[in-house]
């Protein structure tokens, strides 16, 4: 009988992050679940790491080069045999020991929906909390949600998976946001948890490659929305882009 949920994670040299994500699924109430890790031929001991901490009867983890992030989440979605996915990268974690089990839950009493959703906080390396994530995931979500960018983390968008294409590949920073919208294109029934689900680990400015996955996301949002509403709406980002810049340099300042 398959699982209901396939959780993937995808590693490179994440022995130092990999822990705290490999706990939180261990310590999951509701066992429905299988955990594929899909590491890109780590350097470090990542691999050992992951088969030692991880849970035994769950986990399987698979080790060869790839082509990037979401070659290898594609690759997981390929070896995934769950009614729902969730992609849990190294370092994030789920919130609570009862996380699996909500969704589980909301899953049941709302009728198997394509999607379910929580909120997401942004935590240190020592698992403190030391923000909110720049958008609040809605009560209420659709195809047209993501207009105004990515309103849900893409670890707290559990998607049925019949429901999930393959990550476009031509995208290098953005492809979880395509991947979200196409996810929402086919999907009419989408539930929120109504609590917060993942723990997304705060690594510090990456401004390289911030621009250029904004740039993606542009034209991602272009080619869904339109390209003058989507002008039109990046006018209204740029406050909401130098508050969110503002914040992460305050939290960087304090590590």
Known sequence: MKPLFSIITVTYNAADTLPPTLRS??????????????????????????????????VTVYSEPDNGLYDAMNKGMEKASGDYLIFLNA???????????????????????????????????????V??????????????????????CHQAFVVLARFAPMFDLRYRFSADYDWCIKCLQHSRHNIYVGTTTIDYLFEGLTSANRMKSLRERFRIMSK??????????HLKFIPRFIRRSREEKKITNQK
């Open 25 to 58: 699924v261990c310590e999951q109430t509701f066992a429905d679940f299988e955990h594929i890790i899909i590491d890109g031929a780590s350097k470090d001991n990542t691999v050992e790491i992951a088969r030692t901490l991880g849970r035994k009867d769950k």
């Open 91 to 129: 370092g994030d974690s789920f919130h609570s020991p009862d996380t699996l089990e909500t969704i589980s839950r909301t899953i049941e009493e709302n009728d198997r929906p394509g999607i379910v959703y929580g909120q997401t906080e942004i935590v240190d390396s020592s698992r403190r909390k």
């Open 131 to 152: 923000a909110d994530r720049h958008l609040t995931a809605p009560e209420h979500l659709d195809y047209r949600s993501f207009r105004h960018g990515m309103t849900v």
């Open 224 to 233: 869904y929305y339109g390209f003058l509403p989507t002008v039109l709406n």
